[in-house]
């Protein structure tokens, strides 16, 4: 069983960064792949960005590309999003996932909350 905590979120001004974390705990576990996901108001949860655990890998969705960086720290079990100029589009709340098999995510965070406004 693996438990995810996210944090990092907030109130940002357009062209404004954030950046998120999502710690990853449990027992017996291995990380295949972590990803960022994010669902708006009214809107299906997207893919935004994923790291392979082996080699650090990256893959950025065509909607953040640019602007979006995924890494890992894997001491620490934990996967940041930075984000950077941010717009009112990626206004959402914002959730990690693991995998563990590389088939499937497995488990999720509880999603933390990104408003870009002015």
């Known amino acids: 069983q693996v438990q995810l905590v996210e944090s990092g979120g907030g109130l940002v001004q357009p062209g404004g960064s954030l950046r998120l974390s999502c710690a990853a705990s449990?027992?017996?576990?291995?990380?295949?792949?972590m990803a960022w996901y994010r669902q708006a108001p009214g809107k299906e949860r997207k893919f935004v960005a994923r790291?392979?655990?082996?080699?650090?890998?990256?893959y950025v969705g065509d909607s953040v590309k640019g602007r979006f960086t995924i890494s890992r720290d894997n001491a620490k079990n934990t996967v940041y999003l930075q984000m950077n100029s941010l717009k009112p589009e990626d206004t959402a709340v914002y959730y990690c996932?693991?995998?563990?098999?590389?088939?499937?995510?497995?488990?999720w965070g509880q999603g933390t909350q990104v408003t870009v406004s002015s």
């Open positions: 996932a693991v995998s563990l098999t590389g088939s499937q995510y497995d488990y």
């Open positions: 449990g027992s017996n576990f291995s990380i295949y792949t």
């Open positions: 790291v392979k655990w082996s080699d650090g890998s990256t």
